[in-house]
């Protein structure tokens, strides 16, 4: 694992896993060039949302792209509120349910440091440059990307941010994806640290989930074949990286997920996880910030249980 706690190798998957894992990468790679430019043929370069085709069995369900604003009254949010009350921090969540069109938001408006879930910005940001040139993501950016998302690595992600043209390239992408309250971090290093400056880009959990969302559901940023790359990157994130988002769900659910967290001097830890729940009756995008949490542990048992909660609530 490695992120902002100062850990890193942990529980990193052995390299002839690592290996394996790249080459098939590389023939995926081959796949997507030929997916893009047929894709570009038919769609007018991006220009127009894709149809919603049929999905890989991983990927099930297919719905609108855009959350919408919630017209209901029951929130799932709260039966949590007792809960919520006795936490420690900060917390803000919202999550859009795919079945009904509508999104729900916990403590709107409030702002949170990304930390590491910034990195699936970094990633949208590179597949959407290889989009609109035209051509299939670069052999070292694929490079990359892997490390990036599925071990958190802080190091992929700073060399992959300069690649792409750094903060204002991200920004770029952000706001033609509908990220309305996101903005970049433009620091090299965090004051009084040597962890990089990416992980005080600010957001909030609507935006996250609007941006989890063009991974998740068909729409004109994003072909299906990008789509569904940067997804399976988020289904295979390293094991002891699967909490968050992923906690009460039932066998046999498809999970992609980013989590993010960092020990901030003086104000607790940000603890963050946004992801796809998909499968058993459900299909939905959550994103949960939290900050100022004691510890590490308190702010993903906060995550988790209103990850459970939206579980059941959601459900058929």
């Known amino acids: 694992m490695q992120d902002y706690s100062g850990r890193s190798g942990g529980r990193h998957r052995q390299g002839g896993r690592r290996g394996f894992r790249f080459v098939l990468l590389l023939l995926a790679l081959a796949f997507l060039a030929v997916a893009v430019v047929s894709a570009r043929l038919y769609f007018g370069g991006g220009s127009a949302a894709p149809p919603a085709a049929a999905?890989?069995?991983?990927?099930?369900?297919s719905a609108t792209a855009t959350p919408s604003p919630s017209k209901t009254a029951t929130s799932p949010f709260a039966g949590l509120s007792g809960y919520l009350a006795g936490r420690s921090g900060r917390i803000t969540a919202a999550v859009y349910d795919a079945r009904t069109g509508r999104t729900w938001v916990l403590n709107p408006g409030i702002q949170e440091d990304t930390a590491s879930i910034v990195k699936v910005q970094i990633m949208g940001t590179a597949l959407r440059q290889a989009e609109t040139a035209g051509t299939a993501l670069p052999p070292g950016r694929a490079a990359l990307m892997l490390p990036m998302i599925e071990n958190s690595d802080n190091q992929a992600a700073t060399t992959l941010l300069a690649q792409v043209g750094g903060p204002s390239a991200v920004k770029s992408f952000d706001r033609s994806a509908g990220l309305l309250q996101t903005t970049p971090s433009t620091l090299?290093?965090?004051?009084?640290?040597?962890?990089?400056?990416?992980?005080?880009?600010?957001?909030?959990?609507q935006d996250q989930v609007t941006l989890v969302s063009r991974f998740a559901y068909p729409n004109a940023m994003l072909t299906s074949a990008d789509r569904l790359y940067g997804l399976n990157l988020m289904e295979h994130v390293e094991a002891d990286q699967s909490w968050g988002v992923s906690a009460g769900v039932a066998a046999g659910t498809t999970v992609a997920l980013k989590n993010g967290w960092i020990?901030?001097?003086?104000s607790g830890w940000q603890i963050n996880s946004v992801g796809w729940v998909s499968g058993n009756g459900r299909n939905y995008v959550l994103a949960v910030l939290t900050s100022g949490n004691p510890t590490e542990a308190y702010g993903i048992s906060t995550i988790e249980t209103i990850s459970r909660a939206m579980f059941a609530e959601l459900g058929l």
């Open 55 to 61: 999905t890989t069995p991983a990927h099930p369900a």
């Open 188 to 205: 090299a290093l965090i004051p009084g640290t040597q962890w990089p400056g990416w992980g005080l880009t600010t957001t909030t959990a």
């Open 263 to 266: 020990d901030l001097a003086g």
